[in-house]
């Protein structure tokens, strides 16, 4: 019987050898990847990362807090901006001003999650849509950030190193995501996880047992904000230029479809969900250069509809993979990765 007995089997890393031999082959796989994949697969890599570092973040506010957020384009930005300003302005070294940057979204998570106190629900969905789309409307006022005209990031230097192409840049992101996993699943496993998930089922009763709402709620949006403005000020340094149009509300609605098609209230499914809408996101932008279904959505919008709503039909696809897991797999593929253990750990019986 798999008993825990005290708080350390809880929180400890490698629970088996097994754990341990899949975690040494995770490690090594990841160090091999721009060495056995093409330039362009280390560049739809570096953009996964990006988003599952969003999705993680998005999903302990979300998953395990039980806040619903439409705003999280809105602390993307912010990382984006504050990332390239500071370095760009005031001359600060990458590595301080990565972190700074998040701080910056966490500070307004912390002022955005105080009205979120009185909040639930689909209120507190379109107060932070409103959050969302403000922020990206008054940086794009500021000439400070390059105004609608964007800004351009400048060189990426780490001390003697010069981090000029996709594969420099992955390096970096991988050890970044690798840490930040880490560290949320600490977050999940000890004191404050338990007063997030405690919050979700029941925050009236968590209350009740000594669980300060305040603190916790305001805590969630803050770490959350953090890790999207981490990510922010890193997917600024993906494009080499960002301006205010780039972080729209189909941005946020896409952050949130990741963790519901990944799964709430799990690490993994937040990675997962990730993955799965970062290559859709990248492979449906071009859908017309798909073999015969490019031919076929082509002739199909010449005779029915218009042809220059193709490329919307992404959209679509992801409205309707999330329709159908909340259908079949409430629980998202986190959901078919269970039922798949279950499975084989029962075979053939």
Same mark, same amino acid.
């Given at each position: *019987? ?6 350390? &089997? ?16 995770? =490690? @090594? ?18 953009? *996964? ?5 969003? +999705?993680?973040?998005?999903? $302990? $506010? ?25 370095? +760009? ?8 001003? $990565?972190?700074?940057?998040? @701080? ?14 009185? #909040? ?14 403000? /922020?990206?409307?008054? =940086? ?32 970096? #992101? ?5 840490? *930040? ?5 600490? /977050? ?24 300060n709402l305040i ?14 403005? !981490? ?10 230029f960002i301006e ?8 946020? /609605? ?10 709430? %209230?799990?690490?993994?499914? +937040? ?11 990248? &492979? ?22 218009? =042809?220059? %709503?193709?490329?919307? =039909? ?5 409205? !309707? ?7 079949? &797999? ?20």
């Open positions: *019987m798999d008993m825990k007995r005290d708080y350390y &089997e809880d929180v400890q890393l490698f629970t088996s050898p097994v754990v341990v031999f899949w975690f040494a082959v995770l =490690i @090594v796989f990841l160090a091999l990847f721009p060495f056995i994949f093409k330039n362009y697969y280390v560049y739809v890599a570096n953009y *996964m990362a990006i988003n599952i570092l969003v +999705a993680i973040g998005l999903n $302990l $506010l979300v998953g395990y807090t039980g806040q619903i957020s439409l705003g999280h384009s809105g602390f993307f930005a912010i990382g984006a901006f504050a990332t390239t300003v500071l370095m +760009a302005k005031a001359h600060f070294p990458f590595l301080l001003a $990565l972190p700074a940057g998040a @701080v910056c979204a966490a500070l307004f998570g912390f002022l955005l999650g105080l009205p979120a106190l009185r #909040l639930e629900g689909p209120y507190l969905s379109i107060a932070t849509l409103g959050f969302g789309l403000t /922020i990206t409307r008054i =940086i794009g006022r500021i000439e400070f950030f390059g105004g609608r005209q964007g800004l351009h990031t400048p060189e990426l230097t780490i001390g003697p190193w010069h981090l000029n192409s996709d594969r420099d840049f992955y390096y970096l #992101l991988v050890t970044i995501l690798v840490i *930040m996993t880490l560290a949320a699943r600490n /977050i999940i496993k000890t004191k404050i996880g338990r007063a997030f998930i405690a919050i979700r089922d029941a925050d009236i009763a968590a209350e009740t047992m000594g669980v603190f916790y709620k305001t805590l969630a949006f803050a770490i959350s904000a953090f890790y999207t403005g !981490l990510a922010g000020g890193l997917y600024a340094f993906v494009l080499r205010p149009e780039l972080f729209s509300l189909l941005m946020s /609605i896409m952050f949130l479809a990741m963790v519901v098609v990944g799964g709430l %209230g799990s690490l993994f499914g +937040a990675i997962a969900g990730a993955c799965l809408l970062s290559w859709l996101d990248l &492979e449906l932008r071009n859908i017309l250069s798909i073999p015969y279904l490019g031919q076929w959505l082509e002739a199909l919008s010449r005779s029915y509809f218009s =042809i220059t %709503g193709v490329s919307n =039909i992404q959209f679509i696809l992801y409205g !309707l993979i999330m329709v159908l897991i909340m259908v079949f &797999e409430p629980l998202g593929i986190y959901g078919f990765w269970i039922r798949t253990k279950i499975y084989w750990r029962t075979w053939p019986f």
